[in-house]
């Protein structure tokens, strides 16, 4: 038997869904292949949104969103039980909210497991073991990824967990050790910080998080440090073993450190098993992440890439996006052909943490000539008000004409106010666009603006006064 | 400007104008003196206005359970400790800390701070009669007026800061009160209604108009409406006050149409009036229209040329971010700085209601008023992850964009970070951009932000509608 489509996509999470759902949206025909029981991939299940729910549930739990004014938190008895609770509400809503947007675009979810085969066809086994074929005029791959197991760690010990394994336990530990200081593993860390949990957070590189401005994984670091979190940094682990009272984790230098549960958080890596990717011609590189070019095309005629399968920032919003091009680029539809330049970046750890463009150590290994500008939720009216003022807003801008070409923030709503920065970014415009606008009192948004005062000073420092 | 004189700036009062306006002066090396009669820091928006609203309204979402609206099954609602006390230790703790900052901010720029009340002896000499009594004069160039306002007491109702009061003695009654009675549905009223609605208490709110907040967008406006009368306060609209006395340990309104309301606290939200009694302005010719509203030019100066005036003072919109950015434009052109020349005409608004509301641009109403055609897109919090994740089922953004080129007109949001939000949609409008912007742009996932590429998408889907309509005039 044998099904024609416009479209096959394989994998139902963010990539798949939103790359169907864009070209069902311009009348194509497709069909969406995904493993599981439920479409929506990792996002739903065990990354962003169950990550960010933890997270915010965490944050109010633990008083920390009011610990500058000495309120009392909340007096929960099981917070690690009522935070699972809730993630699974919030998983399931999210679930039926992507099974609704395929519905809705008249997309035809078939639950199975896929093989590619030569020409554009799809083989889906059903869960029942039958088999069918799919013709497809564009195949888009989106089958995401799985979290990396290094070799040294017993992954089968009951008390050694990957990012998906974790959210399956029964109650919280009273001591986690997080191997690697990921994005994962730095928000896992204050997660179950804020939960009372003695956390270790170890990683072979000189900071966290080595994507982000050095400074401010300083300022996450301090943060960190200050709710108890223990970070090692330039330490490699050699291999962890159960000992007496739980798990040792030897580091290269010869210390130990030993916790009740270790958790894996070093890398993911291509879903692509079992997909047949060799015999359709797809080209894949030394980490195993599918090949694609600036349209995300693969190497096979007529087959695209998009998500975590192609490698990183491995981001459900980068996700999502490339998706959309991808197909606008199959079909020639002329709707989306470029995804965003200055797409943000993004860690749900607490405090929070985002950034767009350049680094400092980027711009100034560029050779470009910069200035920075900072300004502390420490002085901003409206994180003093809602407790919790860790952090801070890094502007790095062009000396010579005060172009805006990297936006850092560290704290509460970092996910939320690096748009703007995007934005101008985007405009191409300088610092002086935070100096001309008006900003709401109190927002911790009017952080921006002083950002960019701190800066306008520094620049007035360097050179001659200016004539007035 | 002559050397013979002793500073080169006096701003009178330390409220955000006072404070920014100084600061901006004496960034760019100009000697500046600062008059505060009060014996602390930061005017109304620090001590009785902005700060201390906000700061409650903080602690009520956190006590009431609002913020998390109840997930984890954890109600401090009806705690018996939830005391007015336990409420203002931590407003008194965001006020100190509001106060340091401004004079960390004065201590950097040099700036000399003189207690006392200020009167002019002549345009260039500011008289100041120190608390000890004794009175010094102050020799100037320049005078920035930032005395802010105070709450407009309507004749005949007997304030006694126990029972009746105004927005700025409401922070410091002694009990929560169980019903409570809210002349006016501006800011002021509106915020506090919502706040004490969360708190538990039985809110009646009495407004003259037809519904709340008339400046916001309808639909905006009547989605918080509704949210309110959710929490269970109660809207009466198209009527006064006839009457209000104190009895026993309350009070009784009589209600033009009729009705009677006994209550324990009352709040006359009645908008404001300029702090300039005791000033001298009339004797040096300074302009002023009603409410003591103190006449300017577009750089915030007064008929009297090297008088400026910014903030409450001067009027409309009286918002601490509107003030301290006038503030600054009267300086540059006070100083010539050629640095900032004037106010953006884009000002994101921000009401502090449960929930916030927030609005930039172009209405749908003044689209109508003023025949400018539009269409408009919509987004739900309730579909956006975030919005899942923190429950909030009220929240909305409005786009009002132009149907000829798709230009962003206006941004309208209700819920959850609202007046953080509304800032993407400001910068949008300034740059003169298109919602097209929303389309292109990756937003962080899971957020709120990426209601506007959604809102955006609901908008294209209306253009399509419209052009379709038009008999293929685009096609």
């Known amino acids: 038997m044998s099904t024609r489509y416009d479209l096959v996509v394989i994998g139902a999470g963010p990539a798949g869904e939103k790359g169907a759902a864009q070209a069902a949206y311009f009348a194509k025909r497709v069909a969406i292949i995904e493993a599981s029981a439920r479409p929506g991939g990792i996002a739903v299940s065990t990354g962003g949104i169950p990550t960010k729910t933890l997270r915010e549930g965490a944050v109010y739990l633990s008083g920390l969103d009011q610990h500058v004014n000495q309120l009392p938190a909340p007096d929960a008895e099981d917070p690690w039980r009522l935070l699972m609770a809730r993630k699974l509400d919030v998983s399931e809503a999210m679930t039926k909210a992507v099974e609704r947007n395929l519905l809705r675009h008249g997309i035809e979810l078939i639950r199975g497991r896929a093989r590619l085969l030569p020409e554009r066809r799809v083989e889906v086994e059903r869960p029942g073991g039958e088999r069918t074929t799919l013709e497809a005029e564009v195949v888009l791959l989106a089958p995401g990824s799985r979290p990396h197991h290094p070799t040294g760690v017993p992954m089968d010990d009951p008390d050694v967990h990957d990012s998906e394994s974790i959210l399956g336990i029964e109650r919280a530990p009273q001591s986690l050790l997080v191997l690697g200081g990921s994005a994962l593993g730095c928000e896992y860390s204050s997660i179950f910080a804020a939960l009372g949990v003695r956390v270790t957070v170890v990683d072979a590189r000189s900071h966290l998080l080595p994507a982000l401005d050095a400074e401010m994984s300083q300022v996450l670091a301090e943060s960190f440090n200050g709710m108890g979190i223990r970070v090692v940094t330039q330490a490699s682990v050699s291999a962890v073993a159960r000992v007496d009272g739980g798990l040792e984790a030897q580091l290269e230098d010869g210390r130990s450190l030993v916790a009740q549960k270790v958790l894996v958080a070093s890398g993911r890596r291509a879903r692509t098993e079992g997909l047949g990717l060799e015999e359709a011609g797809i080209e894949t590189d030394a980490s195993g992440w599918v090949r694609v070019d600036e349209r995300y095309a693969t190497a096979a005629p007529g087959v695209f890439a998009a998500g975590d399968v192609i490698g990183p920032p491995g981001l459900a919003s980068v996700a999502m996006e490339q998706a959309r091009v991808a197909v606008c680029h199959a079909f020639g539809i002329e709707f989306k052909m470029m995804t965003d330049r200055f797409r943000p970046m993004y860690v749900f750890s607490i405090p929070e943490a985002a950034w767009a463009g350049l680094t400092e150590e980027e711009a100034r290994t560029g050779g470009l000539d910069c200035e920075t500008g900072r300004s502390s939720f420490a002085t901003n009216a409206k994180a003093r008000i809602s407790g919790f003022p860790d952090g801070l807003v890094k502007l790095v801008f062009r000396v010579s004409d005060k172009t805006l070409v990297g936006v850092h923030i560290v704290g509460e709503l970092a996910s939320e106010l690096i748009h703007i920065g995007q934005f101008v970014m985007h405009e191409g415009g300088t610092i002086d666009h935070f100096i001309d606008a008006t900003f709401a009192v109190p927002t911790r948004s009017e952080a921006y603006k002083y950002a960019a005062y701190d800066g306008l000073m520094r620049l007035s420092r360097r050179k001659p006064a200016a004539p007035r | ?475």
């Open chain 2, 1 to 475: 400007m002559p050397a013979t004189y002793d500073y080169d700036l006096v701003a009178i009062g330390s409220g955000p104008a006072g404070e920014k306006g100084a600061a901006q002066a004496a960034y760019f090396g100009k000697r500046v003196a600062l008059v505060e009669r009060a014996p602390h820091l930061g005017g109304a928006g620090t001590n009785t206005g902005t700060l201390p609203s906000k700061t409650l309204r903080e602690t009520a979402l956190y006590f009431s359970g609002l913020r998390q609206r109840g997930l984890y099954g954890i109600d401090y609602s009806l705690r018996e400790d939830l005391t007015v006390r336990l409420l203002m230790h931590r407003e008194e703790a965001v006020v100190q800390n509001e106060r340091r900052i401004v004079q960390g901010n004065l201590d950097r720029h040099r700036i000399e701070v003189v207690q006392g009340e200020a009167r002019f002896a002549d345009a260039h000499t500011v008289r100041v009669l120190l608390p000890n009594g004794g009175q010094r004069d102050l020799t100037t160039g320049i005078v920035l007026i930032a005395t802010g306002s105070s709450p407009l007491r309507p004749a005949g109702v007997p304030f006694d800061r126990t029972v009746i009061h105004d927005s700025d003695s409401i922070l410091h009654m002694d009990r929560i009160p169980k019903a409570m009675v809210v002349v006016g549905g501006g800011v002021v009223g509106s915020e506090y209604a919502s706040i004490f609605a969360a708190l538990g208490v039985r809110v009646t709110l009495v407004d003259s108009r037809s519904r709340p907040l008339p400046f916001v967008d309808r639909e905006i406006a009547l989605r918080l409406q509704q949210q309110l009368e959710r929490l269970g306060l109660r809207f009466v609209f198209n009527d006064r006050v006839a009457r209000v006395t104190v009895k026993g340990h309350g009070a009784e309104l009589d209600l033009k149409a009729g009705e009677r309301i006994r209550c324990d606290i009352v709040l006359f939200a009645a908008g404001r009036q300029s702090n300039v009694n005791g000033l001298g302005l009339e004797d040096l010719g300074v302009r002023m229209g009603g409410r003591g509203l103190i006449h300017v030019n577009e750089n915030f100066q007064t008929s009297v040329p090297n008088i400026y005036a910014a903030g409450d003072v001067v009027g409309f919109p009286a918002l601490a971010s509107t003030s301290m950015e006038q503030a600054r434009v009267a300086m540059v052109h006070a100083f010539n700085l050629r640095y900032k020349e004037r106010v953006s005409p884009v000002l994101p608004l921000a009401v502090y209601t449960v929930p916030e509301i927030s609005m930039v641009g172009l209405s749908e109403d003044a689209c109508q008023e003023q025949r400018i055609p539009y269409l408009v897109g919509r987004a739900l919090y309730e579909q956006n992850p975030r919005g899942q994740i923190i429950s909030d089922m009220t929240g909305m953004l409005k786009l009002v964009f132009s149907p000829a080129d798709k230009k962003l007109l206006g941004a309208h949001l209700i819920g959850e970070l609202a007046s953080e939000l509304v800032h993407l949609g400001a910068h949008v409008i300034t740059a003169g951009e298109t919602i097209d912007a929303f389309i292109d742009a990756v937003y962080n996932y899971p957020t709120l932000s990426d209601v506007y590429k959604y809102a955006a998408y609901d908008g294209l889907g209306n253009l399509a509608r419209y052009r379709e309509e038009r008999g293929g005039l685009f096609a």
